[in-house]
């Protein structure tokens, strides 16, 4: 099993600054693929960033590629995603997620998941 707890999330103006994380328990860390998903109301859930066990390789929506960027500290069982010039488009609920393998932009790759943090950007 996997626990993952996120924190980092609030309410801010668009081209601000906001950088998520989240510690996970469990398995062996660095085994796993990391990624972030988000929902919007009405939405359904998005990928936005995965990233590989050893960190070597990212993978990042289009709707965030310039903006946002997924690391992770394996020492410390952290993955992050740090979110510049956020936008009003931006407003969501972001959630972690882990999976033991598959390389995919797909939910239903990621079968542990966060509670969730919400991200709230202003115009």
């Known amino acids: 099993q996997v626990q993952l707890v996120e924190s980092g999330g609030g309410l801010v103006q668009a081209g601000d600054s906001l950088r998520l994380s989240c510690a996970a328990s469990?398995?062996?860390?660095?085994?796993?693929?990391m990624g972030w998903f988000r929902q919007a109301p009405g939405q359904e859930r998005e990928f936005v960033a995965r990233?590989?066990?050893?960190?070597?390789?990212?993978a990042t929506a289009d709707s965030v590629k310039g903006r946002f960027t997924i690391s992770r500290d394996n020492a410390k069982k952290t993955v992050y995603l740090q979110m510049n010039s956020l936008e009003p488009e931006d407003t969501a609920v972001y959630y972690c997620?882990?999976?033991?393998?598959?390389?995919?932009?797909?939910?239903?790759?990621?079968?542990?998941w966060g509670q969730g943090t919400q991200v709230t950007v202003s115009s």
């Open positions: 997620v882990a999976s033991s393998g598959g390389w995919s932009s797909s939910a239903r790759n990621y079968p542990y």
């Open positions: 990233i590989s066990g050893g960190g070597e390789t990212t």
């Open positions: 469990g398995r062996t860390f660095s085994t796993l693929i």
